[in-house]
């Protein structure tokens, strides 16, 4: 994994920097010959032919790298690469011949050999940077594809977790309409600030962490007040900065599992337990309750169907923190366990 990351790095320094690669191919391309003639070889060096070698090389290169390589590239477009690069291998040659006299005349068949070897090498380079430019350009589709193709899922969990939120809490409004509680304008009110909360951070990739409590907060004061004289929620928090990062609507799926388990256990008294806290960028959310004597029938009719909101989490955990977060759910006779752990 790590290579290859290091690769992917190599290459993408590349793709950005090809002026800069094609600039320096170039400069050791004309030096090359200058270093070779003041070794011990003697190799005859003239600043005109060199030039005129460089051009014919350019040409090479290019007509390979900017027209051959991104057509079709059949039989037809071979053939006429074929007679381009022995016009040019011709045309070099003969002003090669003219610059030293016409004293090369009788060395074309070197000649022509030296330069059909040197722009085979041309074309293959120009091959290789044109191959990894199209494997960077595929690559970088196909992360463009995908980072699209999660956003459209992300979205689509989203909505599916503003009906189910809406059901649950509807719930404890009516339950308290009938029984003319005085408190259920207030438990409207908190209904409307709940919706606006989850209206904003829908369209939201990331929300401060101290609006997802306050959200939290908010959910299980409605929920609390319902079932008063069954439950109590014990909250507390730890959190060294509450303007971090996280993506939003993550907790609230497993404090809506709590309540729904706990509206239908037998008897009273029984205890909800949240922890949530932040340090060293490690964020950690806790969530007990009480699970084992209770009655399915008893259960909300909405909320029996509510794992859908389980399932989501999962998913938006597994696609907005990939190996940045371990979920333990625990669920024995006793107590139903959250315990979430995310890198932020």
């Excluded at 090809?18 to 005859?44: D, M, Q, R, T």
């Excluded at 005085?182 to 409307?192: G, V």
Aim: glycine share 6%; proline share 4%; net charge positive.
């Amino acid at each position: 994994m790590g290579k290859s990351k290091e690769q992917g790095g190599i290459l993408i320094r590349l793709i950005k920097n090809e002026s800069l690669v094609h600039a320096l191919f170039w400069s050791i391309y004309f030096v090359f010959p200058i270093l070779k003639s003041l070794g011990p070889s003697n190799y005859p060096f003239n600043v005109y032919s060199q030039l005129n070698d460089l051009f014919f090389g350019m040409a090479v290169f290019y007509v390979s790298y900017l027209v051959f390589l991104p057509s079709k590239r059949g039989p037809s477009q071979m053939l006429l690469l074929v007679a381009s690069l022995c016009l040019f291998a011709y045309a070099n040659f003969k002003i090669h011949d003219w610059l030293f006299h016409g004293t090369h005349g009788e060395a074309f068949i070197i000649y022509s050999f030296s330069y059909a070897s040197t722009y085979g090498l041309l074309f293959l380079f120009a091959y290789a940077l044109f191959s990894i430019k199209e494997i960077y350009i595929k690559q970088r589709a196909l992360e463009v594809a995908n980072r699209e193709k999660k956003m459209a899922e992300l979205r689509g969990l989203k909505t599916q977790i503003n009906p189910h939120f809406l059901f649950n809490t509807l719930n404890a409004i009516y339950s308290n309409s009938l029984k003319k509680d005085d408190r259920t304008p207030d438990l409207i009110m908190k209904l409307s600030d709940n919706f606006r909360y989850i209206l904003l951070a829908g369209r939201e990739d990331y929300v401060p962490l101290k609006n997802e409590i306050d959200h939290m907060k908010d959910y299980v004061s409605l929920q609390s007040v319902r079932m008063a004289d069954k439950l109590e929620a014990v909250m507390t928090f730890d959190v060294e900065d509450s303007g971090k990062p996280i993506a939003p609507l993550l907790m609230i799926p497993f404090v809506e599992n709590a309540f729904k388990y706990s509206s239908s256990l037998r008897g009273k008294g029984h205890k909800i337990i949240i922890r949530v806290s932040l340090k060293q960028e490690q964020f950690n959310f806790y969530c007990s309750n009480p699970f084992g004597d209770f009655n399915t029938e008893g259960m909300d009719h909405q909320w029996q169907s509510s794992g859908i909101g389980i399932s989501n989490a999962k998913r938006r955990l597994e696609t907005l923190y990939p190996n940045r977060h371990n979920l333990i759910i625990q669920n024995n006779l006793d107590n139903f366990i959250v315990d979430l752990t995310i890198t932020l």
